[in-house]
């Protein structure tokens, strides 16, 4: 269809000349299901491809000086099909502001995560190169939640708490190397759960770490 339709997507049914060119032939209900969504049906036996024009030369403007693009727009006029394209551009447009909000609030949502992990990291250094190393995982809100826990239990252990943290991994390097995945024994227990996962407030093993 889109070798044998004119300069604006019309297309004059021609099943033969069509099953002839790819070498198949094809029943007019079977086309007609499957471009139902693609095409609109015209008068005197013509389909215009409804994304052809958008495709082949973006949006067409009324007020554009070029002579081709002024061709097309009277092309489309000459088979009444201006209105049905202006309002499928302005759907396109529509559609296209949605997929930008949706990025936009998934960007938002990252964002938002990263601080989170980033808050209770004892070590505030290298921040740009932590927000890299944390996008390119894309953690989900449950996986921000393990990194947050296994921080606060890491910040019981000797290697973070002695000479002053000086031990304490950069946070791009302790997201690269997946730490939270790591197996922590502090004070010799490997169950050990920081205060916030516990229901008690306190507990002694708190007091000896």
């Known amino acids: 269809m889109n070798d044998t339709c004119d300069a604006v997507g019309v ?21 007609s299901k499957e471009y139902a969504k693609g095409v609109k049906v015209l008068q005197n036996n013509k389909w215009w491809l409804l994304d052809f024009c958008s495709i082949q030369y973006g949006q067409l403007e ?12 009277a092309l489309l006029k000459k088979h009444t099909l ?4 202006t309002k499928g551009i302005h759907t396109l447009k529509e559609k296209d502001k949605e997929e930008e909000k949706e990025q936009a609030k998934e960007q938002e949502s990252i964002s938002e995560k990263f601080e989170r992990f980033y808050k209770p ?26 990194m947050v826990s296994k921080i606060e239990i890491y ?15 950069l946070p791009a390097t302790w997201l690269r ?33």
């Open 121 to 146: 990291y004892p070590r505030k250094e290298a921040k740009g190169d932590a927000e890299k190393a944390f996008g390119a995982i894309k953690p989900d809100s449950e996986l921000v939640d393990k």
């Open 82 to 85: 201006w209105k049905d394209y």
């Open 62 to 73: 009324e007020t554009s000086t070029s002579k081709p693009v002024q061709y097309y727009i």
């Open 177 to 209: 190397a997946k730490r939270w995945e790591d197996e922590i024994i502090v004070n010799g227990n490997s169950n050990y759960k920081p205060p916030h996962e516990r229901n008690d407030s306190w507990h002694e093993e708190d007091k000896h770490l």
């Open 11 to 31: 297309w004059e049914v021609d099943l033969d000349l069509a099953s002839f060119v790819i070498g198949y032939q094809y029943p007019l209900d079977r086309v």
């Open 155 to 169: 910040k019981k252990t000797t290697d973070w708490t002695k000479d002053n943290g000086k031990w304490i991994p």
